[in-house]
């Protein structure tokens, strides 16, 4: 599926994306409000390019005023006081009558027919991620050890998963279910449905108890979970739980990979136009117990130590009272799906393997099939989202290169950072996330939200952005008016955006709970050395 928006005749001038990538510029872990205040201005834009900037937003203003001093002038010297007292008092409202009439009667209609088409507004009124216990750590070595214990690998299959998790950006503090740390693992229907709603209603529980919803309340639930979906779905799992109304609007994704989380979101804002005044509540989730591949397939192993155990939920809401409450406004959605070209719709695809053995096979085009998804992407968001000084530029360069012949540099790359101040890259892995760090020109301070929750949490799928943006949160560096991209890509394949404004200054002091990184905030950001030894047992 796509967004409604057609997109531009000529697409934005993104280059292939790569797996290289400078050493990140990583702040000090002593960070505080203050140098949250200021970070704009050390990641942002150059003096030179904010003054072009502040100069082509305020052109209306800039070329008006003289105008308007002009005219205002002219009209001084041509009326007196004295005039203008005599035209008052010959103006009297009986004469008038018919003519203000018929105006008042014009402007209604209008302001009726606006407000008829306008979209109702979506709040996010807060969120929470699931923070599993301690008893489900699961270090580097952990995960080779129960690899090995579990007598399904060659000795080539575990150097190749000791390799992969050397060089994925891993912490040793990732989590995985109960039944991958039993020794020896033990995979089963009832410990899968076990990991479910201990995420599910973990998360559930925590942004209820935020944000002081009642369940009763709810009138619309999506729930993602792209691999396990049992029956009765996640969905019917929730409304029994919490006994929602019989009325509730509830639905279940399946299938549709790591950016699924934001399709719900454009889901639950597409009903949210329909079902007047209520809160919709998206569960966002990928459930581990029976997708650990058990093969010797590399395509397919690669997966398997990436990702890790986590969810999220959020609440969003329709309802103009609780807009003083809120955190954020959702301002945009963006999709694009590639599903049409074999190439895209191949490069994750899960299948048996020779032996029989069920797992998700990662292409060999996958970065770029993702390159070319993140150009169509933002290829439709750009002029959403761009103020007219970076279009300017980028219309330049077009015209240089298409019609002037000018081939000498590269084409523009618009800066998105005049857009955005924060950005939410799903963590899936390193190599990608260098890509889009080199692709989008980001710093490192741009992108150590997603590097820190790679390394903290691991790729927990489509949960993965509302990690990283609590991060954001927990450093203290949203405040109001400021403007978040979530991007995130998925089987399929699919790239999708979401763009959300922060309507208030987030305190994390002042958080009740659910964002699970308060505890240990000032522990980051750490180093990622490129390659971390695990030691082989």
């Known amino acids: 599926m796509t967004s409604q928006r057609n997109p531009s005749t000529h697409s934005l001038s993104i280059p292939p994306m790569s797996t290289t990538r400078e050493d990140p510029h990583t702040m000090s872990s002593k960070e505080t409000a203050t140098s949250n205040n200021a970070s704009k201005g050390r990641h942002g834009p150059g003096r030179i390019k904010l003054c072009y900037h502040l100069a082509i937003s305020n052109a209306p203003y800039i070329l008006l005023a003289p105008m308007a001093a002009a005219l205002a002038l002219r009209i001084s010297r041509l009326t007196t006081p004295s005039d203008l007292s005599a035209a008052a008092a010959r103006a009297t409202v009986a004469d008038n009558l018919p003519v203000a009439a018929a105006v008042a009667v014009a402007v209604a209609l209008v302001a009726a027919a606006c407000l008829a088409r306008r979209p109702r507004p979506v709040y996010l009124l807060d969120f929470a991620c699931y923070k599993p216990g301690p008893e489900h750590v699961v270090s580097r070595e952990t995960f080779m050890r129960q690899s ?33 740390l039993s020794s020896p693992p033990c995979p089963s229907m009832a410990e899968a449905r076990a990991e479910a709603e201990a995420v599910m209603f973990g998360a559930i529980d925590r942004v209820l108890e935020k944000t002081a919803v009642r369940a009763r309340d709810i009138g619309v639930v999506v729930v993602n979970c792209s691999l396990f979906n049992p029956t009765p779905s996640h969905a019917a799992s929730i409304v029994n739980h919490y006994k929602l109304r019989r009325n509730v609007a509830s639905y279940n994704l399946g299938g549709m990979g790591c950016s699924a989380g934001l399709i719900s979101i454009d889901l639950a804002k597409q009903l949210l ?197 609590a991060y954001t949160e927990a450093k203290g560096r949203v405040r109001r008016g400021h403007r978040a991209w979530q991007i995130a890509f998925g089987s399929g394949f699919k790239c999708n955006s979401a763009v959300w404004r922060a309507l208030r200054d987030i305190d994390p002091a002042q958080d009740k709970g659910g964002n699970p990184w308060v505890e240990e905030i000032h522990q980051f950001p750490v180093e990622v050395p490129k390659v971390q030894s695990v030691a082989m047992q």
């Open 148 to 180: 090995a214990a579990a007598g399904v690998f060659t000795d080539d299959s575990l150097e190749f998963q000791r390799r992969i998790l050397e060089r994925s950006g891993l912490g040793q503090g990732t989590y995985s279910p109960k039944a991958m």
């Open 273 to 469: 136009q329909v079902h007047r005044s209520t809160y919709a509540l998206v569960v966002s989730m990928e459930i581990m117990t029976l997708n650990w591949y058990r093969g010797n397939n590399r395509s397919m192993l690669m997966s398997s130590c990436l990702f890790r155990m986590g969810g999220a939920a959020v609440l969003l809401t329709n309802r103009g009272a609780d807009r003083r409450r809120a955190k954020y406004q959702l301002v945009h959605t963006v999709r694009t799906h590639h599903g049409a070209d074999d190439r895209a719709y191949r490069c994750v695809f899960q299948e048996e393997d020779e032996a029989g053995c069920v797992g998700v096979a990662l292409s060999k085009d996958l970065m770029a099939v993702a390159g070319e998804a993140l150009k169509a992407n933002i290829t439709m968001l750009g002029p959403l989202v761009l103020p007219m000084s970076e279009q300017i530029l980028f219309l330049a360069s077009l015209v240089g290169r298409k019609v002037l012949g000018l081939k000498a540099g590269r084409p523009y790359i618009p800066d998105f950072k005049m857009a955005f101040e924060h950005f939410c890259i799903h963590a899936g892995g390193r190599a990608v996330l260098d890509a889009i760090e080199k692709s989008l020109e980001l710093s490192g301070w741009h992108m150590e939200p997603s590097r820190m929750t790679l390394y903290r949490w691991g790729n927990t799928s489509s949960s993965s952005l509302w990690y990283e943006l």
